[in-house]
C-alpha cells in the first residue's frame, strides 16, 4: 500500500489522531510497537493563522516516529488556505484534513463533521487544502452526519477527485459518536464502490489483534486506523502483527513492563512539556494503563496526588498491586533510576513554548 511516494507494504496499521492523546511521546512508543503511521492530534487552522501557542505545539513531530502526518481542522476555508503552508514547510510526511471529529465545540463552525451537512463546503476546503500543499493530502470523515445522510460512497468518489491520495473512515456517523457499533459493511461497500485508485484506511471497533485481522478480512480496506484500543494500550500495533503471523495473541504486558512503559511516557512527556505540565498532563493515561488490574483506583488515586516527576516514579516504583496497602518508600533518585529503562536516557529534544510561524527556508 502506498499513500503518495511512502511505501507502508501490505496491511499496515495506523495510529489514529487523538485529542490529548497522540501526541510525541505517545507515538514516539507506539512507533516502537509497530505503528506503521502516525497522526498528531487535530490542529485548528485558525489558531494556526492567529499564532496560538497550544496550536504551534502541535506541530512538533520528530524524525524518530516518521512517517508521521500532520491533522488540521476548520470551518473556514481561507484560514485552512493559510495554514496548510504553515503546516507543509514543517515537513510532515502528509497533511491530515479531520473532516470527523464529532465534538460539538468543533462541529458547530462546520468543523470536523460537522461538515457533513455541507458538501459543497467539504469539496472547497479539500481543493484548497490540495492546491496549497506540497506533499500528499489525506482526508478522515465518517460515514455521515446521521442515518438519514449517509452519502459516504459520493464523498469518497468526490474528495478523490479533489486530489487526496488516501481516505480514512471511521464507520460511524456523527450522530453515533463512539455508541453502538461500526458498520463495516460500509468500509467494503466503499472499497468496492466508492474510492478507485487510492488507498482506503477502516478505523472503528478495531481494538484487539483479532479485530483488526477481522477488519482487514471482512472489508478489504488497505490499512486499518487505531484509535480508542490504542489508549493505554501501544503495545496493540506489535500483538496485531504477531497475531497475523501465528493466530495467536502474545501474553499481555507484564506488571513490571506496563510500569517500565508509564515511567517512560511520563519522562518523554515531562521533556517535551516541561515537568508541571508533564505531570499533570499524564493524569489522563493512568487509566487505561492500569485498567482491569488489581488495585488500580488505588495506584490512579496515588498517582495523582503527586505534582513532581520523582515523586510519580516512586510511587509507580514501589507499588505492590497485591499489597496495595504496604509501600515501601525508598528515595525518589533511587526509584527514578531503577524504573526508567536505558532508552529513555535518549530524550526528546525540548520544543520552544514561544513558537514562531516558519519561514519558507526551513522547509523540509
Excluded at 9 to 20: N, Q, T, V
Excluded at 93 to 119: E, M, Q, S, T, W
Aim: net charge neutral; aromatic share 6%; with cysteine.
Amino acid at each position: 500500500m502506498n499513500i503518495g511516494p511512502i511505501d507502508f507494504g501490505e496491511k499496515p496499521i495506523f495510529l489514529a489522531p487523538m485529542e490529548d492523546v497522540s501526541d510525541p511521546p505517545f507515538r514516539m512508543l507506539c512507533k516502537r510497537f509497530g505503528a506503521d503511521m502516525m497522526y498528531t492530534e487535530f490542529i485548528s487552522s485558525g489558531g494556526l493563522v492567529h499564532d496560538a501557542d497550544d496550536c504551534l505545539q502541535k506541530l512538533d513531530i520528530y524524525d524518530e516516529e516518521r512517517p508521521v502526518g500532520i491533522q488540521i481542522f476548520g470551518g473556514n476555508i481561507e484560514q485552512v488556505r493559510a495554514a496548510t503552508p504553515i503546516v507543509d514547510r514543517i515537513g510532515p510526511d502528509l497533511i491530515d484534513i479531520n473532516f470527523g471529529c464529532p465534538v460539538r465545540r468543533v462541529v458547530c463552525k462546520d468543523g470536523g463533521a460537522g461538515i457533513l451537512r455541507n458538501l459543497p463546503k467539504m469539496e472547497r476546503i479539500t481543493r484548497a487544502v490540495v492546491e496549497e500543499a506540497t506533499r500528499p493530502v489525506t482526508v478522515k470523515t465518517r460515514l455521515g452526519w446521521n442515518d438519514q445522510s449517509i452519502q459516504i460512497l459520493d464523498v469518497a468518489r468526490m474528495l478523490e477527485d479533489c486530489g487526496i491520495q488516501a481516505l480514512a473512515v471511521h464507520a460511524r456517523t456523527r450522530s453515533q459518536m463512539y455508541k453502538g457499533e461500526a458498520r463495516w459493511h460500509w468500509l467494503r461497500r466503499l472499497k468496492e464502490e466508492g474510492v478507485q485508485n487510492i488507498p482506503l484506511i477502516g478505523n472503528g471497533d478495531a481494538t484487539s489483534p483479532e479485530l483488526i485481522e477481522k477488519m482487514f478480512d471482512e472489508t478489504g480496506v488497505d490499512a486499518v486506523m487505531i484509535g480508542r484500543g490504542a489508549i493505554g494500550n501501544p503495545w496493540i500495533f506489535r500483538d496485531a502483527k504477531i497475531y497475523r503471523e501465528t493466530g495467536e495473541v502474545p501474553p499481555p504486558p507484564t506488571w513490571e513492563e506496563r510500569i517500565s512503559i508509564v515511567a517512560e511516557h511520563l519522562t518523554l512527556k515531562c521533556e517535551w512539556l516541561g515537568e508541571r505540565t508533564g505531570v499533570l498532563e499524564m493524569r489522563r493515561m493512568y487509566s487505561g494503563y492500569f485498567k482491569g488490574f488489581r488495585n488500580a483506583s488505588k495506584l490512579r488515586h496515588l498517582l495523582m496526588q503527586e505534582e513532581e516527576k520523582d515523586r510519580v516514579l516512586e510511587v509507580l516504583m514501589n507499588f505492590d498491586q497485591h499489597q496495595a496497602d504496604t509501600q515501601v518508600t525508598v528515595p525518589a533518585k533511587r526509584a527514578a533510576k531503577k524504573a526508567i529503562p536505558a532508552a529513555v536516557q535518549a530524550k526528546l529534544p525540548t520544543p520552544s513554548r514561544k513558537k514562531k510561524k516558519p519561514k519558507a527556508t526551513s522547509t523540509a
